[in-house]
């Protein structure tokens, strides 16, 4: 968005001026000031904000599992702008009780579409993954169907999505490992295989370094 200037001048005063102000349309863009907040419980007010860049200027509204919040004597909404398409805005929790854990949502919106921005607000000193089940459950269908692997000794530990990525899985790392090393590959918890230092890569190269001494005491030397 910006003003643009037009000058006319032949030498001979006045000059002649024209401006133009062109406005961009565009959908509105939310920016969470902070993914997770923290707050003890029965904190007096917390504020979490998010910033909100669109035009023309959006209608905001926070939510939190799945209702609209209203100015009460648990929530108060504020905004300001910054400039003449960005605005901040704030949503102050009042008196933090155990049921106001949870994902809020930042839903702006005007004539060219709608985002939204989410801040999980938790306890001081939890885990964000402990709050998964607030808000209407909404977090925690993100780990549905997923299961853990316990680390082996060499490779990073992984999460696998279903049975099927376990088979997939299971072939790729066959494939990888070369077919004169069998003992590289150790069955652990259900047979995926995982990596362990072997002893035949040290043998081999033990034995390639005699060799190459033997071939060196051959040589002639001046």
């Known amino acids: 968005m910006s003003e643009y200037l037009c000058v006319a001048s032949n030498g001979i005063p006045p000059d002649e001026s024209w401006s133009i102000k062109l406005h ?59 400039d003449r398409y960005k605005s901040v805005h704030v949503l102050e929790i009042r008196n933090v009780q155990r049921d106001q854990f949870g994902v809020y949502k930042c839903l702006a919106s005007n004539d060219y579409g709608s ?13 964000p993954d402990d709050e998964a089940g607030d808000a209407g459950g909404e977090g925690a269908e993100a780990l549905e169907g997923w299961h853990w692997l316990p680390p082996s000794s060499s490779p990073p530990s992984v999460w696998l999505r279903n049975q099927l990525a376990d088979k997939e899985l299971r072939r790729s790392v066959s494939r990888e490992v070369p077919t004169h ?11 995926i295989p995982s990596l362990t230092p072997p002893n035949a890569p040290w043998t081999l190269f033990t034995s390639s370094a005699l060799s190459l001494l033997s071939l060196l005491t051959l040589l002639p030397f001046s």
Do not use: K
């Open 24 to 82: 961009v349309l565009f959908e509105p863009i939310v920016i969470p000031q902070s993914m997770v907040a923290e707050a003890p419980l029965n904190a007096l007010v917390v504020r979490i904000a998010c910033t909100v860049e669109a035009w023309p200027r959006p209608n905001i509204v926070w939510m939190f599992g799945g209702q609209t919040l209203h100015d009460s004597s648990r929530y108060a909404t504020e905004q300001s702008i910054s």
């Open 115 to 127: 985002h939204f921005g989410e801040i999980r607000l938790i306890g001081s000193g939890a885990n």
């Open 181 to 191: 090393f069998p003992d590289l590959l150790e069955p652990f918890n259900g047979g």
